[in-house]
């Protein structure tokens, strides 16, 4: 069975890319993986950016790679929607907010340690619930349409409950590309369900060697401090890690806490706050450079340290994104390519339950309140901004009563 058509609209500008990433930057709260639901609602069912079988390919081969996989992904729909320009726009609009907000943290810290804080933090872990809950479900409608991709979507999910890892993805994710070619034999390959960017396999190969140059060459040009050192540590933790934003924090704190330049208290700080606001959770880059002495401006240090936070993940997919487009248009592929869909879907099914469910629904209010933000998703089509606050202030309610 072929995927629906939903005639995603293909045409676009960089300033349209930047508006649309700006409102998501300032409201996409709950983490990385609530950010794919924001993501998919705003740009696969509001606006048709992409279709669904385009979008899970490019989140797809973003969980392939290291770095953070929602700004990559947001990055990757910026560059089809309105080219390199469109790919910059949503980047930086989608990382900005939260990188400035955090940068000037410091300052307001203290208020969020009370209970009114404490309730509003746990209600945007209830706007996760909502949003994510409601990717799962639209995506399972459109991506596993017959038994054998519901069938991959519940053995990846079931996997990945019962032994979730970074890597484990990985083999999820190419265990259903494998099971695509034996089992979704009839799926059929649509104009609008292809990758299509607008350079080739020579400019990818150029990313890809910009990217190892770096690697190779940063920690030569590095000191014991200042803006090159800075810019090593934050490149290697941004280039080796897989996971996400959660899993890089280890790499971080051995760079900025066990050399020195920061004490451990000043990093589980910045960590909470990250917590707290919109935006990818690797903007945690730009408080660390904030508060990292140089002889320069904590503002240089700060966007330092965010540049080379995020650079190796967008050079590897602007890498990637040439040489995937060159393979999917063929039977084979499309077939491949559909198994992957399952394979995501059941990869968001586990991460609904595990971090997002098991965090934030603990009593039957939670459970409550996260029905009535879904019913204003779903039922009513509401804009996700309702819901945030509707979690927020609802939770923050029942913490009076």
């Given at each position: 069975?072929?995927?629906?058509?939903?005639?995603?609209?293909?045409?676009?500008?960089?300033?349209?890319?930047?508006?649309?990433?700006?409102?998501?930057?300032?409201?996409?709260?709950?983490?990385?993986?609530?950010?794919?639901?924001?993501?998919?609602?705003?740009?696969?069912?509001?606006?048709?950016w992409?279709?669904?079988?385009?979008?899970?390919?490019?989140?797809a081969?973003?969980?392939?790679l290291?770095?953070?996989?929602?700004?990559?992904?947001?990055?990757?729909?910026?560059?089809?929607?309105?080219?390199?320009?469109?790919?910059?726009?949503?980047?930086?609009?989608?990382?900005?907010?939260s990188?400035?907000?955090?940068?000037?943290?410091?300052?307001?810290?203290?208020?969020?340690?009370?209970?009114?804080?404490?309730?509003?933090?746990?209600?945007?872990?209830?706007?996760?619930?909502?949003?994510?809950?409601?990717?799962?479900?639209?995506m399972?409608?459109?991506l596993?349409?017959?038994?054998?991709?519901?069938?991959?979507?519940?053995?990846?999910?079931?996997?990945?409950?019962?032994?979730?890892?970074?890597?484990?993805?990985?083999?999820?994710?190419?265990?259903?590309?494998?099971?695509?070619?034996?089992?979704?034999?009839?799926?059929?390959?649509?104009?609008?369900?292809?990758?299509?960017?607008?350079?080739?396999?020579?400019?990818?190969?150029?990313?890809?060697?910009?990217?190892?140059?770096?690697?190779?060459?940063?920690?030569?040009?590095?000191?014991?401090?200042?803006?090159?050192?800075?810019?090593?540590?934050?490149?290697?933790?941004?280039?080796?890690?897989?996971?996400?934003?959660?899993?890089?924090?280890?790499?971080l704190?051995?760079?900025?806490?066990?050399?020195?330049?920061?004490?451990k208290?000043?990093?589980?700080?910045?960590?909470?706050?990250?917590?707290?606001?919109?935006?990818?959770?690797?903007?945690?880059?730009?408080?660390?450079?904030?508060?990292?002495?140089?002889?320069?401006?904590?503002?240089?240090?700060?966007?330092?340290?965010?540049?080379?936070?995020?650079?190796?993940?967008?050079?590897?997919?602007?890498a990637a994104?040439?040489l995937?487009?060159?393979?999917?248009?063929?039977?084979?592929?499309?077939?491949?390519?559909?198994g992957?869909?399952?394979?995501?879907?059941?990869?968001?099914?586990?991460?609904?339950?595990?971090?997002?469910?098991?965090?934030?629904?603990?009593?039957?209010?939670?459970f409550?309140?996260?029905?009535?933000?879904?019913?204003?998703?779903?039922?009513?089509?509401?804009?996700?901004?309702?819901?945030v606050?509707?979690?927020?202030?609802?939770?923050?309610?029942?913490?009076?009563?």
């Open positions: 069975m072929s995927e629906i058509k939903v005639e995603p609209s293909t045409q676009g500008t960089p300033i349209e890319v930047f508006i649309t990433f700006l409102k998501l930057g300032l409201t996409s709260f709950g983490g990385p993986v609530a950010h794919l639901g924001y993501y998919r609602k705003e740009l696969v069912e509001r606006q048709r992409l279709s669904d079988s385009q979008y899970s390919q490019l989140l081969i973003c969980q392939f290291p770095g953070p996989a929602s700004s990559q992904l947001g990055f990757s729909m910026g560059m089809l929607r309105a080219g390199w320009l469109g790919a910059l726009a949503a980047f930086l609009a989608f990382t900005l907010p990188a400035i907000l955090l940068i000037g943290f410091a300052s307001v810290l203290p208020y969020l340690s009370g209970e009114i804080g404490q309730a509003a933090i746990h209600g945007l872990k209830l706007v996760a619930c909502v949003i994510v809950a409601d990717a799962v479900w639209g399972s409608n459109k596993c349409p017959d038994n054998a991709r519901r069938s991959i979507a519940v053995f990846a999910a079931g996997i990945l409950l019962v032994a979730g890892s970074a890597w484990l993805q990985l083999i999820v994710v190419l265990a259903g590309a494998a099971a695509g070619l034996y089992f979704c034999r009839e799926s059929v390959v649509e104009g609008d369900c292809q990758i299509q960017v607008g350079y080739g396999k020579r400019t990818g190969l150029i990313m890809f060697a910009l990217f190892l140059l770096l690697l190779t060459v940063l920690p030569l040009l590095a000191g014991p401090s200042g803006l090159v050192a800075m810019a090593d540590a934050f490149y290697r933790a941004g280039a080796l890690v897989f996971g996400g934003g959660h899993v890089v924090l280890p790499l704190e051995d760079s900025v806490v066990a050399s020195g330049w920061i004490n208290e000043s990093f589980l700080a910045g960590y909470g706050a990250a917590q707290a606001i919109p935006g990818p959770l690797f903007t945690f880059s730009a408080y660390l450079g904030a508060i990292i002495p140089t002889e320069h401006s904590s503002w240089v240090s700060a966007f330092t340290a965010l540049l080379f936070m995020f650079l190796p993940g967008l050079l590897l997919i602007a994104l040439p995937w487009q060159s393979i999917s248009h063929n039977q084979t592929a499309a077939n491949a390519i559909a992957v869909n399952a394979a995501v879907v059941g990869l968001l099914g586990a991460a609904l339950y595990d971090p997002i469910l098991t965090s934030g629904i603990s009593t039957g209010a939670d409550a309140i996260a029905l009535i933000g879904m019913a204003m998703l779903a039922v009513w089509k509401l804009s996700p901004l309702y819901v606050l509707w979690c927020v202030v609802a939770s923050s309610v029942l913490s009076f009563i």
